[in-house]
């Protein structure tokens, strides 16, 4: 079973969002296998958003994601960080489905609610896993509904 890092954005802490983002994704079937309530510094929001450094956004990226606490998580299952990311919706919540989380709570680009491993860039959920937790902070247990979630 595939894992991958989900995090929710300083806006949605600020909104009182966490327990809707973490709900929506524990009762699809997913295993929070780790959480963290956290702020991110300069140095971690660069390594997270390394691939957008030469971005015309990059600066107020990192600002605004190291402006408050986030919720950050790492949650397993069958196709996770595809699966997550469907939950998402699109990266500009104008173009999100109502239904998907960044369509139901989030107006603006740049204050989107939540973070997931992005589904196209094969490692990215690995990388960011390892970068927001240790290995011991990463939970093995099984949940009880396990054999009426999966055939
Ligand atoms: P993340 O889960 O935050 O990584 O979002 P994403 O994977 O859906 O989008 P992407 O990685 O392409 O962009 C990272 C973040 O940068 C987005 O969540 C947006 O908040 C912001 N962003 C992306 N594109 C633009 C843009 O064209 N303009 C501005 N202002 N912000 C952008
Ligand atoms: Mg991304």
Known sequence: RERTFVMAKPDAVQRGLIGEIVSRIEERGL???GGKFMQIDDELARDH??????KPFFDDLT????SGP?????????????????????TDP??????????DYALDLGRNVI??????DPGANEREIDLFFDEEELLDYERIDG?????
Request: glycine share 10%; no cysteine.
């Open 31 to 33: 295993k929070l296998v």
């Open 49 to 54: 958003y390394g691939e957008h450094v030469d």
């Open 94 to 103: 104008a173009d999100a489905a109502p239904g998907t989380i960044r369509g």
């Open 63 to 66: 600002t605004f994601i190291t």
């Open 115 to 120: 973070h997931g491993s992005d589904h196209e």
């Open 70 to 90: 986030v919720f950050a998580m790492v949650w397993e299952g069958q196709d996770a960080t595809r699966q997550v990311r469907q939950m998402m919706g699109e």
């Open 147 to 151: 054999e009426w979630l999966y055939e």
